[in-house]
């Protein structure tokens, strides 16, 4: 195809323009103004909740309750990135006086100050249709950092893209903003994708999707003559470990918990438990006879798309053909069977089919003989949004061994619990190492995710009128 005669092109030209119009404007803008917008953002969005909720539910497939709560997280995130700027995050400035004297210990006065960015390309996620889309978590940190938004629709959610694009454009309009503080582009091509990243209007990019597209877009933003950050989300199997310590306790309601957990939202989950991690011993071959009870009677609702079924049968077969079944699975409903696979930890190390993403309601269990395997089979994942150490309460060189090697890994360790659920606040970090993140210093759910988008510039000797 001759990009060139792509009429989704002109109309990305169009509406980058639109942003970097609205660039300075916003990045000048005073809290009460940008806090004003994410505030009405959220209103508008709970207003026109159950209208929006009937789209997404019937593009997605998601369900009413799961969805409705979708919409309360992504106004609480806006009203949460609204408090950040009137607390003054975005114009937070670091401050050394002059110092007399020869240098080192000598200096002149610098301010070193945050600025935005400038347009952010912002690629909506498939599986989260309002808190990683439109008005979500990239979008309500980057228009706190004060960067205009390039949204690029998700093909799986495009009604509701719409929408949500229409109501956000109405609020804009009321507060009498920039129209290019917000725009939409739907691209027609995989082309058009690539075409926006490497836009030189564009200033950054945010991302959340698969390992593949994350990758293309990530290496077209590097390729660009002035390559700009990638800020990517692009998959985690999310180990648990499960040690005999946890297990010797309440391994049947462990076990419930991790069944509902590995196919919650039929496993569309970044966060998803894709891996379970047993040490030998009776306890663990409880806890997988306990599990596979748990998760085989479990009927989960369809997929988001067809190609997202698709993906997730073809990982599944591809991992049923290097590992057991734990179960034989029962026949598919609306939506996949889970599925459970085991195998050793030193195939597991030994095969890269074994650490692939099943993106669905699947997970493989792997039996390691000693602490140090488990620590190998850690190091083998290389990089995930979280891992979990069940049983790491006391103490001890095997724990610390264990929690170093979740800490290399990983930008959040759990203790407990299971680690679908994100919370939405000050110390939360969602990205850990490739492939989870293309940038894991960085955060993407959270206050810190707006971060990403100020770049700090130090100012000597500046006249008091450009500090203000
Ligand atoms: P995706 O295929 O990576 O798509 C995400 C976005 O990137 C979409 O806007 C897509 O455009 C665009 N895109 C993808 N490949 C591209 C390319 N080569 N060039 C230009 N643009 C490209 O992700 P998805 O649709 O959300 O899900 C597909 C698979 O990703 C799933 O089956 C699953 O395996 C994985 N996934 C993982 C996570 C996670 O957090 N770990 C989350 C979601 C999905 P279109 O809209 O036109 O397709």
Redesign the pocket.
């Given at each position: 195809m001759n990009i060139q005669h792509d009429p989704s092109l002109a109309l990305i030209d169009q509406v980058v323009a639109k942003a970097v119009a609205a660039a300075d404007f916003w990045a000048e803008s005073p809290a009460a103004v940008r806090a004003a917008l994410l505030n009405g953002l959220a209103t508008a969005l709970e207003d026109r909740q159950a209208e929006l909720v009937a789209i997404a539910d019937r593009e997605s497939g998601l369900g009413e309750g799961r969805l409705k709560g979708e919409v309360a997280r992504t106004a609480f995130q806006l009203r949460g990135f609204a408090s950040e700027v009137e607390a003054g995050v975005p114009y937070r400035q670091v401050v050394s006086d002059a110092v007399a004297g020869a240098p080192p210990a000598g200096r002149p006065a610098l301010v070193r100050v945050q600025r935005a960015l400038g347009p952010v390309a912002m690629?909506?996620?498939?599986?989260f249709p309002f808190a990683f889309s439109v008005l979500g978590g990239d979008t309500s940190s980057a228009l706190a950092a004060g960067c205009p938004v390039v949204v690029?629709?998700?093909?799986?959610h495009p009604e509701l893209s719409r929408a949500v694009y229409e109501l956000a454009a109405g609020v804009v309009r009321q507060q009498g903003l920039p129209e290019g503080l917000l725009t939409l582009v739907e691209?027609t091509s995989?082309?058009?994708?690539?075409y926006l990243v490497q836009h030189p209007g564009i200033a950054a990019v945010a991302?959340?999707?698969?390992?593949?597209?994350?990758k293309?877009?990530w290496q077209?933003a590097n390729e660009r003559p002035r390559p700009v950050p990638f800020f990517g989300?692009?998959?985690?199997i999310n180990p648990l470990v499960a040690l005999p310590a946890a297990l010797e306790k309440d391994s049947e309601g462990l076990a419930k918990t991790l069944a509902a957990s590995i196919t919650l939202g039929c496993g569309?989950?970044?966060t998803s438990p894709g891996l379970i991690v047993l040490l030998d011993s009776p306890h663990s071959e409880r806890f997988v006879a306990q599990l596979a009870e748990a998760i085989a009677p479990i009927a989960t609702h369809r997929m988001?798309?067809a190609?997202?079924r698709q993906?997730?049968d073809a990982?599944a077969a591809t991992v049923a053909a290097n590992a057991d079944a734990v179960f034989t699975p029962a026949a598919d409903g609306a939506g996949p069977a889970p599925r459970l696979f085991s195998t050793d930890a030193a195939a597991f190390i030994a095969n890269a089919h074994l650490r692939e993403?099943m993106?669905g309601p699947a997970a493989l269990l792997v039996r390691a003989a000693s602490v140090a395997e488990v620590v190998a089979v850690l190091e083998a994942v290389g990089g995930s949004l979280t891992t979990t150490l069940w049983g790491a309460e006391q103490a001890s060189d095997d724990n610390r061994q264990l929690v170093r090697a979740a800490e290399r890994i990983s930008g959040r360790v759990l203790f407990g619990g299971v680690p679908t659920g994100v919370a939405v606040c000050h110390a939360q970090q969602h990205g850990g190492p490739w492939p989870s993140s293309t940038t894991p210093q960085t955060t993407s759910v959270g206050y810190a995710a707006l971060e990403r988008f100020l770049r700090p510039v130090a100012l000597q000797d500046a006249p008091a009128w450009t500090l203000g």
């Open positions: 690629f909506s996620a498939s599986n690029k629709a998700h093909s799986g691209a995989r082309a058009g994708g690539t991302f959340t999707g698969s390992y593949q597209g994350g293309a877009l077209a989300e692009l998959g985690s569309q989950f970044c988001l798309t190609g997202m993906g997730f990982a993403e993106f």
